[in-house]
């Protein structure tokens, strides 16, 4: 049995679009610490853009998305910056850096979101990287990889920091 000191997401009377268009409205659920969560929809239906309203990307029409009881609707640009470091993204494309190795890519957020040294930093990366099934490829540019290849090493990004919290827009 869960409780209110387990959820990680709170989404309340959520609705989102684009422009005069609703797409979705009248959400409302809970995300809880250890659980998986799938968003199920048709192409179009609006998956993605819930997501990139939970993460606080676009605002939504409407409502309240709360991301460990804290408001990332209505959070200024240093908490959104600061409720950001709670997740990983792991997009549709990948979106790495062509112009860096895979070990690069992932050693990025540790190299921007932490003190850690540059040598450490490589090493949790190729044990990201070896946890995808990529180990060996840390020296190759993502022109090289194949498309099932650069999704696993977004994802391994994704993990990079340990988040509690991985959004997969997949």
Known sequence: MSDATDILIEVRDLALGYGTRVVLE???FDV??????VILGGSGSGKSSLIRRMMGL?????GE???EGQSIVNADANTRLE???EFGVLFQAGALFGSLTLEQNVM???QE?????????RLLAREKLRAVGLDGFEHYLPGSCSGGMKKRAGLARAM???????FLDE
């Open 26 to 28: 009248g959400l409302n």
């Open 32 to 37: 809880h610490r250890g659980e998986v969560f």
């Open 58 to 62: 676009d605002p939504p029409i409407s």
């Open 65 to 67: 998305i709360l991301i």
């Open 83 to 85: 409720l950001s470091r």
């Open 108 to 110: 990025l957020p540790l």
């Open 113 to 121: 979101h932490t003190t850690l040294s540059r040598e450490l930093c």
């Open 160 to 166: 990079a920091l340990d988040p509690p919290l991985l």
